[in-house]
C-alpha cells in the first residue's frame, strides 16, 4: 500500500511538470489586498492598519503578515504548484530588502487602485483612497526590478517569457472608494471604460517587456460581500437575487468583467504569440455560494472574522475583524468570507483549483 501510495504521487508530480508546456523560470504578480503578501507591511505592521492585527494570518502564519486573510492567498497556492513543479520559491514582496527577484516577486499592495490618484481628485475623492500605489505604479516598481532579473532587453525579453505574469484583480478599490462614499452603482459604471482601458495598457505594457504568459483576474461579485449586504441593505426583495445577493452592485461586476475579456480578446488578436488567461473570480465566487457543500463551507454568505452574532452576516462596520469588539470563528474552513470584503484561505485555495485546471480560467493556466 505504501509503495502504491508512493507511485501515485511520483505520478501526480510529473502530471504537474507535463501540464505546463515550458518550465517557468519565475513568477510576477500585481494586485491589491487581494494578493498583497506583504508589501505594506514590509517594515513591521503599523497599529493603525487592522488587516495586520491578529487573528489575520492565524491559520497557516500563526501571525499576521499583510496578508488579508487567514491565511494564504491563490498567488501563495501559485507559489506553491510552482515550487514543487520547478522549484521556485515563494514569491517575495517586492519592496522587501535583500531578497532575490530572479525566481519571481509580488507587486500587489494593500489599497492599490487600478487608476492613479488624479483621476480620484478628479471625481472629487482624492481623500478617500488609500493612494498606497496604483496599477502604473506597481509596473514601475517591476521596471526597476529588472536590473537584478536580466542585463539586457532581449536578454529579458527571454526571461520574461519564460515567466508566469498575475495581473490582478484590479478594479475593486476604484469601485470600492465612490460606492462607499454616496455613488450609486449606476453612475460607477461610467468609470468602467476609463478602468478596464488601464488594466488593458498595463497588460500591453509587460508583454511589450517580454511577458507571454498572463492571466488577468476579472473582479468578484462585491454584491455578495457581506460588507456590501450589510452597508447597503435593502427592505425590497427585488433588490436581490436568488443567491441573496444586491443585483446592481453585482449587476456593476458584470459589466467590468464582461468589458476586461473584450478588452483581453483584443490584446490577444494583436498578440497572437502570446497566452493571456481570463481568470474568472466572479463565476467560482458564485458557484461557492451557489453549492458551499462541495467546497466544504457551512456559513458562505456569513463573515468568520468581524462581529459575531450581529445582523445576518456577522459584519459591523465598528467591530471589523482585527478591532476591539471582533472575533473569529472557530473553524474558517467552514466560512468563504473571512472579514467581510476579503475570502478565507479555504475559498482562496478553492479559486486557486479553479484556475489552473479550469472551468474559471480560460484557458486554464495548467495545459
Given at each position: 500500500m505504501k509503495l502504491l501510495f508512493l507511485?501515485?504521487?511520483?505520478?501526480?508530480?510529473?502530471?504537474?511538470?507535463?501540464?505546463?508546456?515550458?518550465?517557468?523560470?519565475?513568477?510576477?504578480?500585481?494586485?491589491?489586498?487581494?494578493?498583497?503578501?506583504g508589501?505594506?507591511?514590509?517594515?513591521?505592521?503599523?497599529?493603525?492598519?487592522t488587516t495586520a492585527q491578529p487573528p489575520y494570518g492565524?491559520?497557516?502564519?500563526?501571525?499576521?503578515?499583510?496578508?488579508?486573510?487567514d491565511g494564504r492567498l491563490v498567488v501563495d497556492f501559485l507559489d506553491t504548484i510552482a515550487a514543487e513543479?520547478?522549484?521556485?520559491?515563494?514569491?517575495?514582496?517586492?519592496?522587501?530588502?535583500?531578497?532575490?527577484?530572479?525566481?519571481?516577486?509580488?507587486?500587489a499592495i494593500i489599497g492599490a487602485t487600478t487608476l492613479d490618484a488624479s483621476f480620484f481628485q478628479s471625481i472629487g475623492l482624492g481623500d478617500k483612497i488609500w493612494n498606497s500605489g496604483s496599477l502604473d505604479q506597481e509596473v514601475q516598481w517591476f521596471q526597476q526590478l529588472l536590473s537584478s532579473i536580466c542585463t539586457s532587453s532581449q536578454d529579458c525579453?527571454?526571461?520574461?517569457?519564460?515567466?508566469?505574469?498575475?495581473?490582478?484583480?484590479?478594479?475593486?478599490?476604484?469601485?470600492?472608494?465612490?460606492?462607499?462614499?454616496?455613488?450609486?452603482?449606476?453612475?460607477?459604471?461610467?468609470?468602467?471604460?476609463?478602468?478596464?482601458d488601464s488594466i488593458s495598457n498595463a497588460v500591453e505594457k509587460l508583454i511589450g517587456l517580454g511577458a507571454v504568459d498572463v492571466v488577468v483576474p476579472g473582479i468578484l461579485p462585491i454584491g455578495c460581500f457581506p460588507i456590501y449586504l450589510t452597508?447597503?441593505?435593502?427592505?425590497?426583495?427585488?433588490?436581490?437575487?436568488?443567491?441573496?445577493?444586491?443585483?446592481?452592485?453585482?449587476?456593476?461586476?458584470?459589466?467590468?468583467?464582461?468589458?476586461?475579456?473584450?478588452?483581453?480578446?483584443?490584446?490577444?488578436?494583436?498578440?497572437?504569440?502570446t497566452r493571456i488567461m481570463y481568470a474568472d473570480f466572479y463565476s467560482q465566487y458564485i458557484h461557492m455560494l451557489q453549492s458551499p457543500q462541495s467546497y466544504g463551507f457551512s456559513n458562505p454568505m456569513k463573515v468568520c472574522c468581524g462581529a459575531s452574532g450581529q445582523g445576518s452576516y456577522n459584519?459591523?462596520?465598528?467591530?471589523?475583524?482585527?478591532?476591539?469588539?471582533?472575533?473569529?470563528?472557530?473553524?474558517?474552513?467552514?466560512?468563504?468570507?473571512?472579514?467581510?470584503?476579503?475570502?478565507?484561505?479555504?475559498?482562496?485555495?478553492?479559486?486557486?483549483?479553479?484556475?489552473?485546471?479550469?472551468?474559471?480560467?480560460n484557458p486554464a493556466i495548467l495545459r
Open positions: 507511485g501515485l504521487l511520483f505520478l501526480l508530480s510529473c502530471l504537474f511538470s507535463l501540464c505546463f508546456s515550458q518550465s517557468y523560470n519565475a513568477i510576477f504578480s500585481f494586485g491589491d489586498s487581494i494578493s498583497d503578501t508589501n505594506l507591511c514590509v517594515n513591521g505592521n503599523p497599529s493603525w492598519l492565524e491559520t497557516f502564519f500563526s501571525r499576521p503578515t499583510g496578508r488579508c486573510s513543479a520547478f522549484g521556485l520559491p515563494l514569491l517575495p514582496p517586492s519592496k522587501a530588502s535583500g531578497k532575490d527577484f530572479r525566481q519571481g516577486a509580488n507587486m525579453k527571454d526571461y520574461l517569457g519564460k515567466s508566469l505574469f498575475v495581473v490582478g484583480e484590479f478594479g475593486g478599490n476604484d469601485y470600492n472608494a465612490p460606492l462607499f462614499n454616496g455613488r450609486s452603482p449606476d453612475a460607477v459604471s461610467a468609470y468602467v471604460p476609463t478602468v478596464v452597508l447597503f441593505q435593502s427592505s425590497s426583495q427585488g433588490d436581490y437575487d436568488q443567491n441573496g445577493c444586491l443585483k446592481k452592485f453585482n449587476d456593476l461586476s458584470s459589466n467590468h468583467n464582461s468589458a476586461l475579456k473584450q478588452a483581453l480578446s483584443k490584446l490577444q488578436s494583436k498578440y497572437s504569440s459584519y459591523n462596520n465598528n467591530a471589523r475583524c482585527g478591532m476591539q469588539g471582533s472575533s473569529a470563528c472557530a473553524d474558517p474552513s467552514s466560512y468563504l468570507s473571512w472579514d467581510g470584503i476579503h475570502m478565507t484561505e479555504a475559498a482562496h485555495r478553492a479559486v486557486t483549483n479553479g484556475w489552473l485546471r479550469g472551468p474559471y480560467c
